[in-house]
């Protein structure tokens, strides 16, 4: 059973710029949630993807945006960076389908810094 | 809305002294909770959770947590650290129906150290 994988692990952007990050999910999970971490907060809830399509949001703004691919990967895009965004971003994946969803897996995040 | 809150920032303890480290959380449903840890620069691991049943929940490395509802508290305990344990430890709950199902709400953290 493979783990959760994310890349890049470090990045550096200017504010302004746009930002691609990935995911692989754990192998058959069908659901991916995305996280913020700030530094020295707790994850917050960005969104979450259930087969492909969007699950629930939290509160952020429409510049993050997501993808789920058929394959479970899926991406997490910001646009219009401010550095405000600066944060380690965590994808978590589950099963969504057969009631095991609430046991999130996690990936060891990105970490991203804006300038 | 859900909320959670850890009561301790940080913790230090000596090694092989027991530990407890604090949640309460703040719900208009009902929820499942969980505890995660973090060690450094690396992901969320989870260590346990409480999703119904008995109110005593074991999880791995030695760790236990106890459910009490009208306390609204969900504390983690280990009766003996080791050094291995230092690390950020997080709360969570997520409601357990409605259209927040399977979002995670997370307290800021309570980092343990263990000083030999």
């Known amino acids: 059973e493979t783990g959760v994988t994310q890349s890049p692990t470090h990045l550096i952007k200017t504010r302004g710029q746009q930002v691609t990050l990935r995911c692989s999910s754990q192998?058959?999970?069908?659901?991916v949630s995305w996280y913020q971490q700030a530094l020295g907060q707790g994850p917050q809830f960005i969104f979450q993807?259930?087969?492909?399509?969007?699950?629930g949001r939290g509160n952020f703004p429409p510049r993050f945006s997501g993808l789920q691919f058929p394959n479970y990967s899926s991406e997490l895009n910001v646009n219009a960076l401010e550095l405000d965004d600066s944060a380690l971003y965590l994808c978590?994946?589950?099963?969504?389908?057969?009631?095991?969803?609430?046991?999130?897996?996690f990936g060891p995040g990105t970490r991203l810094l804006v300038l | 809305a859900q909320s959670v809150t850890q009561l301790d920032s940080q913790v230090p303890v000596f090694e092989e002294a027991p530990v407890e480290l604090r949640c309460n959380y703040s719900?208009?449903?009902?929820?499942?909770l969980f505890w995660y840890v973090q060690y450094p620069n690396q992901g969320l691991q989870l260590l346990l959770k409480y999703l119904s049943g008995s109110t005593l929940v074991k999880g791995i490395n030695g760790f236990e947590a106890e459910f009490n509802k009208s306390q609204t508290s969900f504390h983690l305990r280990k009766p003996s650290v080791h050094i291995s344990d230092t690390a950020e430890y997080f709360c969570?709950?997520?409601?357990?129906?409605?259209?927040?199902?399977?979002?995670?709400?997370f307290g800021r953290g309570t980092q343990l150290t263990v000083w030999p």
């Open positions: 993807y259930y087969r492909e399509e969007e699950n």
């Open positions: 192998s058959g999970h069908n659901t």
């Open positions: 969570a709950v997520t409601p357990d129906r409605g259209s927040t199902l399977g979002r995670l709400y």
């Open positions: 719900s208009s449903v009902s929820v499942y």
């Open positions: 978590a994946s589950s099963l969504g389908s057969t009631g095991l969803w609430e046991t999130q897996y």
